[in-house]
């Protein structure tokens, strides 16, 4: 039986969930089979155990899949994914682990060339003696594994639903008699700051950086943000939180992190740039495709559309239907596409959610995605400068990762990612990929479904080339649109107008027209509005 090792890569979590069993039973079998499988199963009785939890680990808690993972990627496994989400009982459960996993990264290496596979073997041989420590690291421990390994230490069966409520009396009892500390829960945000920095050499990501523990911070009980924030807020310079509520120092924070690079990378408009704006034609396919795509993305769920269960998202036949109608399809080879290997798609699905103008409805067990008439009623009363900021300020004010099934995102907005990459995208008139990984970094910042709304908006120009077989998507070139320079200070200038808070953030039912000001004297057929 041939294991199909790439098969979770490019696979939403939804559809990734129903094989990963399946995936990682292959797996297994067709490591214990292969000749360093059998090599390893005559000196050890039993494989297959940590195998498993390895790759089942590595992709809920990670999102990494086999093919694609880096020494990296292996690190955090072993040193924070593990120790914190997986409970052992007794310290020799991990006598095996490192030489079944070296052996299954041995038989990955030999029967499939996977490029990093050497220095994760090479790493796991260096942390043999660590590893078994780290499993029982309270330190490393989240809040559960940490009451799970206290209530052993103090002699109570924790694999029994008695012994557990009998830990739980005396530790609710001695609770109060302790003193305050910082919990577990607030030790393992903190380290989510230390992720990017574990490997000597490597480039640290200070946007994913940011963004991950802003995403691990968002988690955590009302009680344990402010203690968090009020330990940070001397550091980092954000305002006090002492009579603020948890999602108020959150915003706090999210604007601190923001305005520098707001206040000192982007100048004011030039006259050419306000020449620009003051000529700029809005129209179904200028100044690029936004509204036309837009519209057909409307006609298409008119009638309605399933989508799945979790993430509330179109299955393949619908996404490659719908991306053959599109102004500019994305060719892809893939075999087993979802709705974010097409960010064009994505993109739109964004706007969808974030205007407001689509909804999920139930239809008997069914979810569907439909128009919300109210909102589309609107939408159809204006004209098409009014559509194009309606559209603009949906994407940059009101829409979040989270509207994509990202929930652990953080408080960044999409705006707030537009605003932190614009600069890198903008250091050379074009940038040429060769391959893939040249442009790896732009996944995470600011997304991929944002680089094809920044194409459809006008703001950039991009260049794809024919996909390899069996692939997605490839970018070829990209290219800063005079607009776009334009575009992004005027918007920039607006957020620190608002001092980075706009007021849908904290009332998504507010009508449209928070850009108007910025923007209208530069566009006057912006009169009407969105409402809801």
């Known amino acids: 039986m041939t294991f199909l090792i790439g098969q979770l890569d490019n696979l939403d979590y939804d559809a990734a969930e129903s094989i990963l069993e399946e995936y990682i039973i292959e797996a297994i079998q067709n490591f214990v089979n292969s000749e360093t499988g059998q090599e390893y199963l005559d000196n050890h009785p039993i494989g297959g155990f940590w195998t498993g939890t390895f790759i089942e680990m590595a992709y809920i808690y990670g999102g990494y899949t086999l093919s694609k993972m880096t020494k990296g990627n292996a690190q955090e496994i072993m040193e924070y994914i593990l120790p914190r989400k997986l409970t052992l009982f007794d310290p020799s459960d991990t006598d095996d682990a490192i030489d079944e996993l070296i052996a299954f990264w041995t038989y990955l290496h030999k029967a499939y060339k996977l490029r990093s596979a050497k220095a994760i073997i090479k790493y ?3 942390i043999k003696d660590q590893f078994p420590r780290w499993m029982f690291d309270p ?15 103090a002699g109570y069966d924790m694999t029994t639903q008695q012994g557990l409520q009998a830990f739980q009396a005396e530790y609710n009892q001695n609770l109060s008699k302790r003193p305050p500390s910082t919990s577990a829960d607030i030790k393992a945000v903190l ?39 009020s330990m940070l807020e001397a550091e980092i310079g954000v305002e006090p939180v002492s009579s603020a509520s948890p999602s108020e120092a959150l915003g706090n924070m ?21 020449n620009i704006l003051q000529n700029q034609a809005i129209s179904a396919t ?9 519209q057909t993305t409307l006609d298409f769920i008119s009638e309605g559309v399933p989508v799945s269960s979790k993430l509330k998202q ?13 102004s500019h399809p994305i060719d892809s080879d893939l075999k087993r596409p979802v709705q974010k290997s097409y960010p064009n798609i994505h993109g739109l699905y964004l706007l969808l959610r974030a205007t407001g103008i689509a909804k999920i409805d139930a239809r008997g067990k069914k979810l569907q995605m439909v128009l919300n008439p109210d909102v589309y009623a609107s939408w159809q009363k204006l004209n098409a400068t009014e559509k194009y900021f309606t559209l603009l300020e949906a994407w940059l004010v009101r829409s979040h990762p989270k509207m994509l099934g990202n929930e652990r995102s953080g408080p960044l907005t999409m705006g707030d990612r537009l605003i932190s990459s614009w600069s890198k995208l903008t250091q050379q008139e074009s940038v040429t990929f060769k391959e893939a990984k040249d442009y790896d970094f732009l996944s995470y910042y600011p997304g991929f479904e944002n680089i094809f709304l920044m194409e459809m908006f006008g703001l950039l120009n991009l260049t794809l080339s024919k996909p390899a077989k069996g692939q997605g998507w490839q970018m070829k070139k990209l290219q800063p649109d005079p607009l776009g320079y334009a575009l992004v200070k005027v ?6 107008n608002a001092d980075l ?13 928070e850009l108007q000001p910025a923007l209208q004297s530069y566009f006057p057929e912006w009169q009407q509005t969105l409402s809801w």
């Open 254 to 274: 999210r604007r601190s992190l923001i305005r520098e690079s707001l206040e000192t990378e982007f100048s004011p408009l030039s006259a050419e740039e306000k």
């Open 286 to 294: 200028e100044p690029g495709t936004i509204l036309k795509d837009f």
């Open 191 to 229: 380290e989510e700051l230390d992720q990017a920095m574990l490997l000597e050499g490597e480039q640290i990501d200070m946007e994913e950086l940011v963004t991950r523990f802003l995403g691990a911070l968002t988690e955590l009980e009302p009680e344990a943000i402010e203690d968090i924030i």
């Open 124 to 126: 796991l041989h260096s």
């Open 491 to 496: 918007f920039c200038s607006a957020c620190i």
């Open 501 to 513: 808070q706009w007021d849908s953030q904290n009332d998504a039912t507010l009508p449209f027209g």
């Open 139 to 153: 330190e490393r421990g989240g809040m559960a594994k940490n009451f799970m390994i206290q209530g052993m230490e």
């Open 314 to 326: 179109l299955s393949a036949k619908f996404v490659i239907d719908l991306n053959s109608r599109l």
